[in-house]
Structure formats: structure tokens, C-alpha cells
């Protein structure tokens, strides 16, 4: 039973469209974030919600907006998609946002053409 | 959070110890020390962590300097699965994991 489940694996889409990448832990933990890994690797925070509260909100286009129905899932929508957005999203949890361990999904590779 | 920083690449013999080091030179005493792995491109795994005493878990050794200066990550008898690329953060234990994971040592474990 996956911890940190995320879909799609894989999302194609073209210039201009809207689209959600779905996230859900059952873990029972109380924070979730979306991550971004981009063409060099590097993985960087974008979003976090701890009990359904915006907790942690970096610099990402207003087009990136995460929803929290409930502590178990955080969506990501994106409107208008662009190249630029191509890159593979990661969803975590943990427990808290303190000092426990961040657990990783595995990931959706978001290719925009 | 404090920069780390890694060798891009180490090989190691499948069955010896892999010894991964990390500087983290600017390191405040209230940030704790992590170590996540990625393997291919599955998302990163967590491996170990802690704040200055060393830690050991069933994956794992990790030895913090008496300075906190820099760390190892220990793989006492790493397997060719253990091939991944190894990140080692630096955060406080507040606020989030809101850190970046930078470049990280890609480790190759060789027959």
C-alpha cells in the first residue's frame, strides 16, 4: 500500500492547457508539500500545507495554485501551461513541520509541447 | 538553511563501506543535519538523520563532526542497489522541510 501515491506517473499536454496533478498520503501525517526537479536535478520546494494551512509558499507563477480538501491530499493545479513548466513534480508528507523525516511520492513528469 | 557541499560522483566495491562526505561549514546550531537518496528517478528516500550526536539506523551510519562542520554517511556494505545519487540537507526543525536539494554525490557501487 503506497505511502505518498501521486497521479498521474506521466501527463503530456500542450501549451495553454490546464491541468492537476493529484496527491494523497495515508500516513496520517499532517503536512504535504510539492516539490519541482528540474532539468538539472535540482529539487525545490514550492508549496507546503500543514493541517490544511498554507504553510510555506515560495516563489512559483500564480499559475501554480495547491488546494487541501483534507489533510490526506494536496492537488496542484496549473493554468496556462508553458514549456518552461516540463519538469517531473514530487508530492511529500511528514509528520509535522518540524524535525521528522519528509516521505516522497514518486512522482509525475509533466512534459508540456 | 545552511549550503552543503558534495563530491559529484564516488564509486564503491558492492560489500565494502561507502563513505559519502558533506561540508556544511555554516552550519547554526539549531539545524539538523539529513541525508535522502534518489534512486534513478523514483522520488529522493530518506536514509538518516540528526543534530550532533551520531546516528545509526537499519540503512545507515551517520557521523557529525564535534564542530558540525561536516558529516559521513556511512553504507557499511553497500549492494549494487545502493547506486543512487545521495543529498545531504541542512535545516532547522521548524517551519517545514522547505529545503532545496542541490546536486548531491552520485554514487556508483561496482561488481
Known amino acids: 500500500d503506497t505511502a505518498v501515491s501521486q497521479t498521474p506517473k506521466y501527463l503530456v499536454t500542450q501549451m495553454g492547457n490546464d491541468k492537476s496533478i493529484k496527491c494523497e498520503q495515508n500516513?496520517?501525517?499532517?503536512?504535504m508539500y510539492w516539490y519541482k526537479q528540474d532539468s538539472k536535478k535540482f529539487l525545490k520546494i514550492m508549496f507546503s500545507?500543514?493541517?490544511?494551512?498554507?504553510?510555506i509558499n515560495e516563489t512559483v507563477p500564480n499559475r501554480f495554485s495547491p488546494k487541501s480538501p483534507d489533510k490526506a491530499h494536496l492537488n496542484l493545479h496549473i493554468n496556462s501551461l508553458e514549456l518552461g513548466d516540463s519538469a517531473v513534480y514530487f508530492c511529500?508528507?511528514?509528520?509535522?513541520?518540524?524535525?521528522?523525516?519528509?516521505?516522497f511520492g514518486q512522482g509525475t513528469r509533466l512534459t508540456v509541447v | 538553511d545552511a549550503k552543503t557541499t558534495q563530491p559529484p560522483s564516488m564509486d564503491c566495491a558492492e560489500g565494502r563501506a561507502a563513505n559519502l562526505p558533506c561540508n556544511h561549514s555554516t552550519i547554526s546550531g539549531n539545524e539538523y543535519v539529513y541525508w535522502y537518496r534518489q534512486i534513478h528517478s523514483q522520488g529522493p528516500q530518506y536514509i538518516i538523520h540528526g543534530l550532533k550526536n551520531n546516528e545509526t539506523n537499519e540503512m545507515a551510519s551517520l557521523i557529525i563532526t564535534e564542530d558540525r562542520k561536516s558529516s559521513t554517511l556511512i553504507l557499511p556494505h553497500a549492494t549494487l542497489r545502493d547506486t543512487a545519487v545521495y543529498y545531504c540537507?541542512?535545516?532547522?526543525?521548524?517551519?517545514?522541510?522547505?529545503?532545496?536539494f542541490g546536486a548531491g554525490t552520485r554514487l556508483f557501487v561496482k561488481a
Open positions: 511529500a508528507s511528514s509528520q509535522d513541520p518540524g524535525i521528522r523525516e519528509a516521505f
Open positions: 500516513l496520517g501525517h499532517d503536512t
Open positions: 500545507y500543514n493541517n490544511k494551512e498554507l504553510i
Open positions: 540537507i541542512v535545516r532547522v526543525g521548524t517551519g517545514g522541510f522547505k529545503t532545496i
